[in-house]
Every structure is written in structure tokens, then in C-alpha cells.
């Protein structure tokens, strides 16, 4: 076992939860965000009819889940602004050179980030259940829609990041959060099922990964049924570890290892 490798990935992570621990406004604001895109879009659309297979179902019913992968989503987009202050101080180049290890680094990065956000979505789906959204979950297909998550969480993540390690600057990061945050949120089925879209919106939906996390997540939560391990864990594995190797990469030469 490689125990300098995971001390390097365990030290990364408290750092990772130390950094973001000490921004209260963005983190409560991470909170409150998604709560408020409940409360507004769930009662605003308590009427809207969600079409066959969610007879029964109110809206909000429908929508939790959604806010959920939104929280996961909004806050995988901003795992890359650490790295562009890091850099920025010359604190990241220094660290990837001195450990030699830039993929542990990486690895306890992401793991901070993507336990974060499973926190977050979690907080979230309770407050949902709060205010009067259903859920009922069991443990195995909940957990194979954890899995879903996780694996979007870490693929999301690590093309912030890798934006981050290539564009170098804080610009650059707010272009790609307020540029493709929205249109993969609106264009997935996160707030609407895809019978209720116009044809050409729901052919966009389906190549989604969104989507796939949203119905994953919202099938574990209201009809005991799970993701498909085959269609749609298996590629949202392959994308979180295509971004994690592209990242590994642009931190290695950030570092010139």
C-alpha cells in the first residue's frame, strides 16, 4: 500500500474542507440556493402535470431529486476555483513538485469535494421531505443512485478543475459556470420529464449526463428502482475517470513532473 500516496490524498482533503469551511458566504449560500429553487419552482408548478408514469405524484415530488443533482452540479462547477488561487500563489505548483504524487492530490481533492456535495444533496433532499416532497427510498437502489452521483460529482469536478489548471484565472471560471451550468441544467430532466418537452429538447435530454443522475436518483426515491449499472453507471464512471485522468495531467505539468 502506497502510504505516502494516501497520506498526501487524507492531508489534501482536510485542506480541501479547511479552505471551504472558511468561506461561510458561499457555502451557506450553496445551502440556501437550491432550497430556494425548491420552495419557488415546487409550489409556483404544484398544478403542472407530469404526465404518464408520475400519476399521483405532485411536483414537488418530481423535483426534489432534481434539486438535489442541481446542488451536485452548481457546486462540482466550482471544485476548480481552489485550484486557480493556489496557482495564483504559487502554493499548487510548489505542493504537486514537493509531493511527486500529483494524482493523490488530485484523488483527495475530488473525494473533499464529491463528499461535500453528497452532504449537500442529502441536507437538501431533507429539507425537501420538510416542506412536503415524498420519498420513498430503499437502501440498495438508493445506493446504486449514490453511486450515479458520486461518479457525476467526480466527472464535473474534474473538468472544473481541469479549466481551472489550463485557463490559470478566475475569469475563465465564471465563464464556464454561468455559460454551461444553465443550458445542461434546462436541457436535462432535472425539472421537467422528457414526454413533457418539446421532441427536439427531449432528444438533447437523453445525451445528457444530467439526466441520467436525475432519473437515477429520482427512480430510487420514488419507485424502489435503480439506476441501469450498464447504461447509466458504467458511462458516468468512464466520464469521471476521463476528466480525472485530463486533470491528473495538467496538474503533473503545472508541476512539470
Known sequence: MNTTGIHIARETALRT??????RPV????SFVQPFLWMLIFGF????????PGYEGFAYLDFLLPGICVMTVLFGASQAGVLFVRDMQTGFLQRMAYASGHPGWMLTGKLGADVL???AQALFVALAGFLVGARMDPDLETLGLAVVGVACFAIAYAGLSS???LKSKNQESMAVFIHVVN????????????????PEWLAAIARWNPLTLVADGLRGA???HRGPDP???LLPLAALGLVFFLATRRALARTADL
Open 17 to 22: 474542507w479547511l479552505k471551504t469551511l472558511r
Open 26 to 29: 458561499p457555502l451557506t449560500f
Open 44 to 51: 409556483l408548478f404544484q398544478r403542472f402535470t407530469l404526465g
Open 116 to 118: 461535500r456535495l453528497l
Open 162 to 164: 481541469w479549466i481551472a
Open 182 to 197: 444553465m443550458p445542461l441544467l434546462f436541457t436535462s430532466t432535472a425539472l421537467v420529464p422528457h414526454r413533457q418537452m
Open 221 to 223: 426515491l420514488l419507485f
Open 230 to 232: 450498464l447504461t447509466v
